[in-house]
């Protein structure tokens, strides 16, 4: 084992959802599915209001979707019913903007579409493997929503990393499912190998916080599969952090893992390939955890995609004192205005605050310079310069300091006893650095547009004007055999009276 520079150790809060087994959630009477759910190229529906579909049919995809190239994945309905609407909702997002969604309304039956597994996955090549995964809609269930084989695409991967240390607080959902569903993880794991090309060494994380469902991990995997217990520390679960703690390596901005022969899943992702390829479902659902102080009986729920999350809060009994809603967990969720938002492929987690343990944090004080937040940064950045430039707005400067090497996870925030938010004011920095980068792409692009319309007119005012001059001298040419013609007739015609 390594380690990784800093981390932080909060309170888990993790007994509060950890010894009840998953449940299915009931099928809500509307789903609401926004077209794009994770990073990449957006969908496009295929249906239209009023269409019949049923569970699993694919209902929105990218017209090249099935190019192993393109970052993209089909979008499929996650419970039978009819299209009511193609329209802009809010969706479970930082910035709290709207974005195309299909609303189905479910019919209550639930019933799947004809479903078509791979009988024997390893006849077939590893591409045709990953061709399957991506039409099943299989993204990275770990947070960041990846298309999973864009992943599994890399050539000359030696080492297979499945990630089930789940570091957040409050978050219980990937621990119950390793308890539950240990052999369909393992069985996705091999899938997942024989997607990569097979690799030489895979490995299981899981914390040391985590006995039960390291136990059964254990007795469902092979001797091909290393079971290992890292140490209870946030972010562990970080991939790059994972990967230094299990081999040392350091992966730094702009560099993939793939470069070191590492490729990082999620056990959820796992289990999704699994079900994708042996059972032919695509990626309809998922574990989430519903937890907090305003919840009567906090639990994990398997949740269809489109859910609307007061329908979860109302399963799990709501107290009518919630004070914060946060989408994902304590250090990295975000809050949402309201619980009307849907259940996405990224959803790992709902946190309903009392405000007894998640709550506003006191007054921003001024900054002491104590130097804690640079103790704990997983990145070993200078968190105090961070914010001393981003809240000059010198976005020039605070690139200098790595501000995009952030992962925003949390820990200088969590630390800060001046209470600032660090990572809102890093969040925000990049926010106007990206939003400069774009402007000073269309400023380029349409300087480019500006510049070759000037030359279009350029080139076309040369050809006009060699097409005049042309046509003038072919006039001028014709006019001359015209005369040397009407000379010819006249010295006939005096040839004749002669």
Known sequence: MWNFYGGVHPNGYKDLSATKSIIPAKIPPFLVLPLLQHIGEPTEPIVNIGDKVLKGQIIAHCHAYNCRKLMTVPLHASSSGTV??????????????????????????????KLVPLDDYTSLSASKVRDYIARAGVVGLGGAGFPAHIKLRPSGIDTLIINGSECEPYITCDDCLMQEHSHDIIAGIKVIRHALGGTERCIIAIEDNKPDAYESILKAADEQIEVVKVPTIYPTGGERQLICVLTGHKIKRGQLPSKFGIVVHNVETARAAYRAVQLGQPLVSRVITVTGGAVENPQNLEVSFGTPMRFLIDQCGRKPEIERLIVGGAMMGFAQPDDDMPVVKTTNCLIASLGDRIKDKAPQMPCIRCGECANVCPLNLLPQQLYWYSKAKDFKKIQDYKLFECIECGCCSYVCPSHI?????????????RRGENEQKKADLAKQRHEFRSFRLQREKIERQAKH?????????QDKIKAALARVKEKSLKLDKF
């Open 421 to 433: 938010p660090l990572v809102s004011y890093y969040r925000y920095a990049k926010t106007e650095i």
């Open 84 to 113: 009511i609407a193609i329209e802009e909702r809010a969706v479970p997002h930082p910035s709290g903007l709207t974005a195309p969604c299909i609303i189905i309304e479910t019919d209550g039956k639930d019933t799947w579409t």
């Open 469 to 477: 001059k042309k046509a003038a001298a072919d006039k001028s040419k």
